[in-house]
């Protein structure tokens, strides 16, 4: 019996301190719902066509994660999903390898916006105001989510300074196209912060995208913002009830980035390869409605997939791209004033 | 004859001696061996780690190395006007040779965090200069980016000349140098830190003294009670003590939900018309925390009142004082040590909590412990994830220390 | 005087309440048959427990909790355990200050641990390895070790061990025959310590572990921060169970060690 529990513990010991020298692809997405359907879409049979295994892990964005994961060399990801602001930032820093297009069917297989040196584009998606109808009626604008007076209850919004000065001056009256005109300023800022002041005893902060319909389900808001594809999931797999205001809602595009120095680099072309066909970017809309990069991932949706998707017409109208370039320049800056901000 | 045997008493004992001496000895020195191990796997593999970190809240070697002839041309400015053309022509070489090497993005960073903003200047700066140019460097400098006609980025600069500095340790009291090198506070929109701390420990206070009030009575009645109620009790205590601090996390969250067990239960008794928001707020994280601490203020009181024979609360009693001032007069004084123990162990655990406010709490319930891991993994300012783990630290270890001498670790033994 | 008594009884019984009820709220939860998060049961079944253990996700991490909790409980107890006797066999100089310093990852903040950890443990390739956690876990919980298995040895009597080196025992026999047996129940305890200790430990892990070392708090940690599915609450709910093994197991040892004493 003695024997028994040494050889047990020295094989446990010797299992567990395994050196993962030659770890595997590591691919890091937004978690929850999204990356539910990107493992049933992508991510299994890439692994099933390929032989190549794969670990998953998820993350709530910011730069600075990136930044550390390459300063500190404690870097364990791979194929990492960016939104826009952090795949340019992070490609001037060198977070990035640059990507050899010949190698992923060429530039001009995708959409011209989706094309990056550092990185592809993976989906076309928009960050709404999202409300439960059961409990509102009516379609809310932006300045009914600031008004707490008339509509009482607490509000959804996204930890982080993006998005959420757009949001404040949208619902102080200052029109779509002169948004990010007005935030260049100084007054527009400070414009931006007071509202923000306004509402801040009201917001429920979330973090992880999957967080936003979860609080809005549980009640724990009144209405959020949120990337659109997970309150449209929700309301297919939870049969919620929940709104999506299209207007005034922030469209944007994620990218594909291999980590700079990453050991996988083959793997990783090769699941950007395979994630290029637009029929294996089709699959993902019925699961999740967010739009696909590659020319051709977009076209004979059901009209019913339409109404729901960021790329139909009559929703990209209405709604306001999300200005990189702004970002690019003020992040930081923004950043830390948010921060010291939000914590007070 | 007896004088003899004396001397010969004298050797023998003056052999055992020397025989008992070296067995003391050689017995000194296998106890050292045996002690060696554990010794050096912590100096090694946690002491020195934590002496590291801890020594980059007041090192700053990450500019000097990538700007070297700025920062050596900066060497006797004054910090009153603009520096003169030789920095500027250092600051183009410099910039051109690291954007070169790829060196640019750490000194960037450090740069930043002293003015949110300067990683764009000196990236978007060296980009711009990287073609040569004619005409002095200075208007080209200011071309390539107006923000270095500010006094301040150039004292940026200057006070990451490195190798030591008090930058991070000012920054985490809400204080800097300006450009002169006097220490004034930040601007208030970038004020944050003497609130958390005041935060941090007003938390940590609040939670020690609702512990404390919890702990004692249910402490007293499981000291004082028959054997089979006082270990029914005891379990209870022993159960959640036992118990994963996240699973007692998640156990509140699912509790405190909108849709919860409380509300609910709140709700169909009547005491509310709707479901409250009771969670990522403060009265959650308190909530918890004193649900988590809980056990270990009421164990170091359960093991002093055990100490106390309860006779002397009857003799008091027998001698005519009134319930409330034997209580006060015989039994307090005797506990106090288990007070002392319990809310030395809450409060110095209560500062360092980390997963409970994250989970618990919203963007204004944040401890320090939140902030340390913020500033090490979601920015790259690893100066001030140690130098807020100084002052931490610092804390924690003088409190535990000032315990040490006014009270001493022997007054009580929990086991 | 009866009501103050009566008013003492209630508080504390309240108190008592209060610190199990959350654990009492978890559990019948966790065999919900529906997904709510409250009172009365849609039904009962094993749903969430099925889940669990067809979950690529938890098994993993209930793999590596169990690996690494095992691995770094070896070190601890054994590095803990000559340690503690070093310090029992005789007075080293500075022994105060050595003490102080084995009792150091006792005192230092979680947090500060984690993170000075990382930064120490990444340029030698140790981050993100289970041999990284493995030494960290160790090293959280060998102070248990040692003041558990003191504290057995400040009972254990001097003379025995010169008597087995008087009938011709050298040291190591010695120990093995007459030391272990004697303080073994205070070794185990202080082997359970340290297995609860990496079991519940959630920052070093947040900090050190790569995606290939989630364990079942990091894992919890992660799905609290997205949705509180009840699978959560069957991976608690285990938690609990094995808690109270260990709990058990250490007050048993302990009935054990009074026994023997004289």
Known sequence: MRRFLLAAAGAAFVLAAAPASSRDLTIVSWGGAYQDAQREVYFRPFSQATGIRFVEDSWDGGIGVLRTRIQSGNNTWDLVQVESEELLLGCEEGLFEKLDYSRIGGRDHYLPEAVHDCGIGTILYNFVLAWDKDKFQGTPTWADFWNVERYPGKRGLRRGVKLNLEYALLADGVPANQVYDTLRTEAGVERAFRMLDRLKPHIVWWQSSAQAPQILGAGEVLMTSSPNGRITNANRTERRNFGIQWTGSLYTIDSWVIMKGSPNVESAYRFLSFASNPAVQAKLIPLIPYGGPAKGANEGLSPALLAESPTNPANLSVSLMIDDQFWLDNLDKLSQRFNAWVAR | MAHVAAIETGKAAAALARRARRAGYGQKVSAALLVLPLLLFVLVAFAAPIGAMLKRGVEDREVAPVLPRTIGALSGWSGTALPDEPVFAALVEDL???????????????????????????????????????????????????????????????????????????????????????????????????????????????????????????????????????????????????????????????????????????????????????????????????????????????????????????????????????????????????????????????????????????????????????????????????????????????IVGLYGQLVGFGAVRTS | MSAIRLAWWVVGLAVAVFLVAPLLVIVPLSFSDGSFLHFPLPGIGMRWYRAFFSSDFWLTALWNSLTIGIASTIVATALGTLAAIGLWLAVIPGASAIMAVLLLPLVVPAIITAVALTFAYAPVGLASTHGGLIIAHALLASPFVVVTVGATLSQFDRTLLRAASSCGAGPVTAFRRVMLPVILPGVVAGAVFAFATSLDESVVVLFLAGPSQRTLPRQMFAGLKDTIELTILAAATMLVVLSLVLMLLVRFLSARGEARRP
């Not at chain 2, 460097?137 to 500095?165: H, I, K, Y």
């Not at chain 2, 939900?257 to 479901?275: I, M, Q, S, Y």
């Open chain 2, 96 to 398: 051109r040779e690291a954007r070169a090497a790829g060196t640019l993005p750490s000194a960037a960073s450090r740069l930043n965090h002293d003015q949110a903003g300067l990683r764009t200047t000196l990236i978007g700066s060296a980009r711009r200069l990287a073609a040569p140019f004619e005409g002095p460097a200075r208007e080209a400098v200011l071309r390539a980016d107006p923000a270095w006609g500010q006094l301040e980025t150039w004292g940026a600069l200057a006070r990451a000349r490195g190798p030591w500095t008090d930058f991070f340790l000012l920054a985490a009291l809400d204080l800097k140098r300006d450009a002169a090198g006097t220490i004034r506070a930040v601007a208030e929109e970038q004020a944050v830190f003497r609130t958390v701390f005041g935060r941090t420990f007003w938390i940590a206070a609040m939670v020690t003294a609702i512990t404390l009030v919890l702990a004692y009575p249910l402490a007293a009645l499981i000291a004082l009670s028959r054997p089979a109620v006082a270990s029914a009790l005891l379990f209870a205590v022993l159960l959640p003590f036992w118990t994963s601090l996240l699973v007692r996390t998640a156990a509140w969250m699912v509790l405190l939900a909108r849709e919860g067990v409380a509300n609910h239960a709140l709700v169909a008794l009547g005491l509310f018309g709707a479901p409250q928001q009771l969670l990522f707020n403060r009265f959650a994280v308190v909530v918890a925390m004193v649900h988590i601490l809980l056990p270990f203020m009421v164990l170091p009181l359960y093991a002093v009142m055990r100490q106390i024979p309860p006779i002397h609360l009857r003799a008091a009693s027998s001698l005519g004082a009134h319930p409330v001032s034997a209580f006060r007069r015989v039994w307090l004084p005797q506990t106090l040590p288990g007070i002392g123990a319990g809310c030395l162990m809450v409060f110095i655990q209560a500062l360092g909590f980390y997963i409970t406010p994250a989970l618990l709490g919203g963007g204004a319930d944040q401890m320090l412990p939140y902030f340390i891991g913020f500033y090490a993994n979601q920015t790259v300012n690893w100066g001030m994830a140690a130098s807020l783990s100084l002052l931490l630290l610092a804390a924690t270890l003088l």
